[in-house]
């Protein structure tokens, strides 16, 4: 897998969440096992912009928008697909 691929997926998530992830060996493998089973690039930022509309301003929720939660196997499809609230990334900020 070409390590740019990490970058760009944490970068967007890094920069629409306001966050500091770094492609270590949890987020890479995390990111790489979605990859294996298909998703792309624009999949994840589908999932970023779906949870933090639906989670940014969530004082409880806020803490899981980060790649274990997100990225995870049982629970990215679903974040993929659900319907996010009809504001915008940056109403939330």
Not at 19 to 39: K, M, Q, V
Not at 49 to 68: C, F, Q, S, T, V
Request: glycine share 6%; with cysteine; aromatic share 12%.
């Amino acid at each position: 897998m070409e390590d740019n691929i990490y970058k760009q997926i944490l970068d967007d998530l890094n920069t629409k969440g306001q966050f500091r992830y770094r492609p270590g060996s949890a987020n890479t493998s995390l990111i790489n096992a979605r990859l294996s089973e298909g998703y792309t690039l624009e999949d994840f930022q589908i999932v970023h912009d779906n949870m933090i509309a639906k989670w940014g301003k969530d004082e409880k929720m806020y803490e899981y928008l980060r790649p274990a939660t997100l990225y995870c196997a049982s629970k990215f499809e679903g974040y993929l697909n659900c319907k996010p609230p009809k504001k915008t990334i940056e109403e939330w900020r």
